[in-house]
């Protein structure tokens, strides 16, 4: 085409990029020789960024190699940031639309890691589909990802130069002190990944704990683990939905990470469902992403997240979790934001997969290594600018007369 790839990037970014742009037809634009570069290594990641504007289209050009990101993902991400967007003059769009026009005609295919599910959204069936694409990806993958805890939540941060499996560990452990765990209780865990929160509290606290999850690797990898810490007569490990617990009778039930699966107007059943198997002044521990922007309505179907990494997934401002909450007769107690503590676990998870790359993709696959990688850095950047959060909102189950028993003041710093 007569202008240049490089020329069009100039209308849209100031002079001042730290970014180098390069691309397939020999121009280029930014900073020479800067430690991030960008470089469009096809005409066909042109049609994508032009056939799907914005996330999606960056995605799928990145995911097939069209897109290169030289230097580190997530600098790259918060430099662009930085950058602003400049709208071109009228003059310019006419000429933009002429040079680009060809590219909008083409659309070339979907990465074959994107998906799209059949079914009822929030089926069993559906439900189970969407887990699965997620979770059952590999447990030797995530291993290298998350390291030995296989925790796949955010991390608390005693201090900011504390590793991740110290992070972790203080994560459990918030959990249970935040649900008051003592000896002889009975847990419930939906959505208990490999099953390490359970193992602690277990371990740690005495109590007997069911954990239940859809993805079938997890269950299996949260039982061996369970049988490793010899732990089998107080915690079970179950490949199940939550809806399908028939016991009842729990002082605690945690749910950590599993709200943004669930979506909204199924809030009133997921929350009637946990109240009904707690006990009487028993304790909800509810631990979710949600979004910042409270006027936004609708949810991001088609956008990278939906696409390639939770299908059907919903985040909703904390106000809406609380309301849900109290909506079902719960007494809300405490709430605490930890978006920070989670900007800090997607870093230490982006730099695992950097350092097991080569075996990742031997593992999975260069385009699921590469929707990873993206996944981990856009996130981080979401935490870190409070485009999204992590909330942890304890909530209590009155009994009769109202009484909660719970202490006249909360204390959740040291065990």
């Not at 649900?179 to 209780?185: D, I, P």
């Not at 950590?256 to 006990?279: C, D, M, Q, V, W």
């Not at 991001?300 to 909703?316: A, C, M, S, T």
Request: charged share 25%; hydrophobic share 40%.
């Amino acid at each position: 085409m007569a202008m240049k790839l490089a020329e069009v990037v100039s209308m849209f970014v100031g002079p001042d990029a730290e970014v180098e742009f390069t691309a397939y037809d020999g121009s280029r634009y930014g900073t020479r020789g800067s430690d991030i570069r960008l470089d469009v290594t096809s005409p066909e990641a042109v049609s994508m960024l032009m056939t799907a504007p914005g996330q999606l289209g960056l995605a799928r050009a990145y995911i097939t190699g069209g897109l290169e990101v030289y230097g580190d993902l997530y600098t790259a991400f918060d430099r662009l940031a930085r950058l602003g967007i400049h709208r071109p003059s009228v003059a310019d769009q006419v000429r933009l639309y002429r040079a680009l026009a060809p590219f909008a005609i083409r659309r070339p295919p979907a990465p074959a890691e994107e998906v799209r599910l059949g079914g009822g959204v929030h089926s069993k069936r559906r439900d189970h589909d969407a887990i699965s694409h997620h979770y059952d990806v590999s447990n030797t993958f995530y291993r290298w990802i998350l390291g030995p805890s296989m925790a796949y939540t955010c991390a608390v941060f005693p201090k900011a130069d504390a590793t991740l499996e110290e992070a972790q560990e203080e994560k459990f452990d918030l959990v249970c002190r935040k649900l008051g765990l003592e000896r002889g209780m009975r847990m419930l865990d939906v959505g208990c990944g490999w099953g390490g929160l359970a193992v602690h509290a277990a371990k740690n606290y005495g109590v007997s704990v069911i954990g239940v999850t859809l993805s079938e690797q997890q269950a299996s990898w949260g039982q061996e683990s369970v049988e490793r810490e010899g732990l089998a007569h107080l915690v079970q490990i179950r490949h199940q939905d939550y809806r399908d617990v028939p016991e009842t009778g729990f002082d605690r039930i945690s749910s950590i990470g599993l709200t943004e699966h669930i979506g909204y107007k199924n809030y009133p059943a997921y929350f009637g469902f946990l109240k009904s198997r707690l006990n009487p002044q028993g304790r909800l521990l509810n631990h979710c992403i949600t979004r910042t922007d409270t006027q936004q309505r609708t949810t991001y179907k088609n956008g990278f997240i939906n696409r390639y990494i939770f299908p059907d997934g919903e985040l909703v401002p904390v106000g809406r979790i609380i309301d849900a909450v109290e909506d079902q007769g719960f007494e809300v107690r405490h709430e605490e934001n930890l978006r920070e503590h989670y900007a800090l676990t997607l870093m230490h998870w982006s730099r695992n997969l950097d350092d097991h790359w080569d075996e990742a993709v031997t593992e999975v696959g260069t385009g699921k290594a590469r929707v990873w990688r993206l996944y981990l850095a856009a996130s981080r950047m979401g935490f870190a600018r409070d485009m999204i959060q992590l909330h942890q909102v304890l909530a209590v189950n009155p009994d009769e007369h109202g009484d909660a028993a719970m202490p006249l003041r909360l204390g959740f710093d040291t065990a």
